[in-house]
């Protein structure tokens, strides 16, 4: 295990959260062609039902998602995707005033107008900028914690044969890159996450997974996706619906091994995961 100092707080609306405790990110994609949740919640009442039940759950913040970003999903325009955000965030956001609302955008517009005229809290980027070269530079001005996620490619080509010298360094690379980018705009709070299935083979997914903990060099909060993704799939030979059981192992091997936040469809089991691992760790502790 490396030993370094990670950032444990977020500034969110004037106040530090600490990531002492690991938080659970709840996915509310607002879309018709997700891979797992697309076309789950019809209207806006649907999606704020469902946000509610999140957080009776046990989420702490809440991901929304306007645009598919599964392997070769077709594109959305910005117009588009806002439509389908404010339709939802308007609402969320007068029911649940205290909510986290983080906003799973590439696009720098939709970020601001998120941000300025829905109060969304963060932003999270699967691109890390890449995809808008006006992003960091929005981020700067917006002043909110930002996840920067690798892809290799885009939503349309990232599983085209993605190759890596060695993917864990390779990928520490890259971040180290873009946090020096970001620290030199201004932009404090940064979150990283390695991308698992976005331009990378099953090997490469599980090498990452196992190599987590390289990560905390960077000295940044670690956010993790498994959520019912095809590294599970292909392994189990199940779809997504069956991939609960799967989530739930990765989640757990990934909080020994330094994971911050959790982005999952599964919040109470999630949530669940989290405390019989934290309470593992605190016996193994408290024992050695």
Do not use: W
Not at 182 to 191: F, Q, V
């Amino acid at each position: 295990m490396f030993d370094f100092h990670k950032k444990r707080t977020l500034c969110i609306r004037g106040s530090l959260y600490d990531l002492a405790e690991p938080l659970v990110m709840g996915i509310l994609n607002y879309t018709p062609d997700s891979f797992y949740d697309g076309g789950r919640h019809p209207d806006p009442s649907a999606a704020v039902q469902h946000v509610g039940q999140m957080i009776e759950d046990g989420a702490g913040i809440i991901d929304f998602g306007a645009v598919s970003t599964r392997p070769g999903a077709g594109g959305v325009s910005e117009d588009e995707e806002i439509r389908r955000l404010s339709a939802v965030l308007g609402i969320v956001r007068d029911k649940f005033p205290d909510l986290i609302i983080s906003v799973d955008t590439y696009r720098a517009g939709v970020a601001k107008k998120m941000v300025s005229e829905f109060g969304a809290d963060m932003i999270n980027d699967v691109s890390s900028g890449d995809m808008d070269e006006r992003m960091h530079e929005t981020i700067a001005e917006l002043q909110v914690p930002y996840v920067a996620m690798h892809m290799q490619g885009t939503p349309q080509t990232m599983q085209s044969a993605p190759r890596y010298k060695d993917v864990v360094n390779d990928i520490i690379g890259y971040f180290a890159e873009k946090v020096h980018e970001m620290r030199g705009l201004g932009i404090r709070d940064i979150i990283i996450d390695p991308g698992f299935g976005f331009g990378k083979t099953l090997e490469h997914n599980y090498t990452l997974a196992g190599r987590l903990d390289e990560f905390s060099i960077l000295e940044l909060p670690l956010l993790v996706g498994f959520s019912r993704k095809s590294m599970i799939c292909k392994t189990l030979k199940v779809n997504p619906d069956k991939a609960l059981p799967g989530t739930i192992a990765l989640n757990a091997a990934a909080l020994l091994k330094g994971a911050d936040i959790f982005r999952v469809h599964d919040v109470r089991e999630a949530r669940d995961t989290i405390k019989v691992v934290r309470k593992l760790m605190d016996f193994s502790a408290s024992s050695s």
